[in-house]
């Protein structure tokens, strides 16, 4: 659909109730009291958030390894990622690979907070996962997080003979900001050379400025609220200026844009009670009208960070399998 129909369709795709578990965890976030991330010092909202991330989420399902590894990165820095082998690599037939990045703001999260999402990525698609623990703002700004995410899938693929894994079948993915680097190292991957099968987008942000409909209408009470999204920012950005930068703001950066033709397809999983979800549907329209493969799944009833509830919320399994059933697909991973 174009911008125009993308808008239209918006009044016409009215929010389903709120999932009766969503609503739930929502209280008890309220009944917990604990300090909204705009309140505090980004070091406080890390270690709020390393507690707080696993209470809800499923437990970690077993893998054949888990590798901890340090990759290097373009400012002579390193950084930690972690590859999760689901079974034993078969060095005649290597591992499709997905390289993911957490979400959190550019601010808070790690490999860590999203070790049982990247275990039950990888339990459920057969694919190795490589998670990424790109640096933090607001020590570390923008655009340091996309150099640091490309640098990985970089490194990755270059190292994939010797990890034992399938240079001809990657793919990137990531939820919520870790969404915006996998999108942006899509587009850098392909003019690069790098080939990729898919870029996995879990609720990504990719809007320079959050003025749509939804997030107005989801601005308070839905988890991310419009105050934390710009704490976030707040810390990420340099200045203003970063926002028209096209590696922040993919869907309309006032910069120069890349052109979207010959990207890897894309899955988008789109939250209807997300202050995100009119830019991701608008993202969708963007492949489009680049004719660029693309499916957005739209999961009603559910809140940003839902990928997230797996513990608490019975319908975040089916979310996990359909993300896990396109990496299958388009990595084309034979079911034993």
Not at 142 to 157: E, G, Q, S
Not at 183 to 196: E, K, M, N
Request: proline share 7%.
């Amino acid at each position: 659909m174009s911008s125009s129909r993308a808008s239209n369709a918006r009044q016409f795709l009215a929010p389903m109730p709120l999932n009766p578990a969503v609503a739930q965890v929502i209280e008890l976030i309220a009944k917990a009291k604990r300090p909204p991330f705009h309140t505090l010092e980004p070091s406080a909202a890390r270690a709020s958030y390393e507690r707080s991330a696993l209470i809800l989420d499923i437990p970690p399902a077993a893998m054949f390894d888990v590798q901890e590894l340090m990759i290097p990165t373009r400012d002579h820095a390193s950084i930690r990622a972690r590859l999760y082998h689901p079974v034993e690599p078969n060095w005649a037939v290597p591992t499709p690979t997905l390289v993911y990045f957490h979400g959190g703001g550019f601010v808070v999260g790690s490999i860590d907070t999203h070790d049982s999402l990247c275990r039950r990525l990888a339990a459920d698609s057969g694919c190795a996962v490589a998670s990424v623990d790109y640096r933090l703002a607001p020590e570390h700004q923008f655009p340091t997080a996309v150099h640091d995410a490309f640098d990985a899938l970089t490194w990755f693929h270059a190292q994939a003979a010797s990890l034992g894994l399938d240079s001809t079948r990657f793919a990137v993915g990531g939820d919520s900001a870790g969404g915006t680097l996998a999108t942006v190292s899509a587009l850098l991957a392909r003019d690069t050379g790098i080939p990729l099968r898919v870029q996995l987008l879990i609720y990504p942000g990719v809007s320079a400025r959050q003025d749509t409909q939804s997030h107005a209408q989801f601005a308070e009470g839905f988890v991310l609220s419009a105050k934390t999204i710009q704490w976030f920012f707040a810390q990420y950005l340099r200045d203003e200026k970063d926002r028209d930068d096209w590696r922040f703001a993919p869907l309309d950066a006032r910069g120069a844009m890349p052109d979207f033709t010959g990207v890897a397809p894309a899955w988008i999983a789109a939250a209807d009670h997300d202050p995100l979800f009119d830019e991701d549907i608008a993202y969708a329209d963007k492949f489009e009208r680049a004719h660029v493969p693309v499916k957005l799944v739209r999961y009603e009833g559910m809140t940003h960070e839902f990928f997230k509830m797996g513990g608490f919320v019975p319908e975040v399994a089916k979310a996990h399998a359909d993300a896990a059933d396109a990496l299958r697909r388009y990595m084309n991973v034979t079911e034993s």
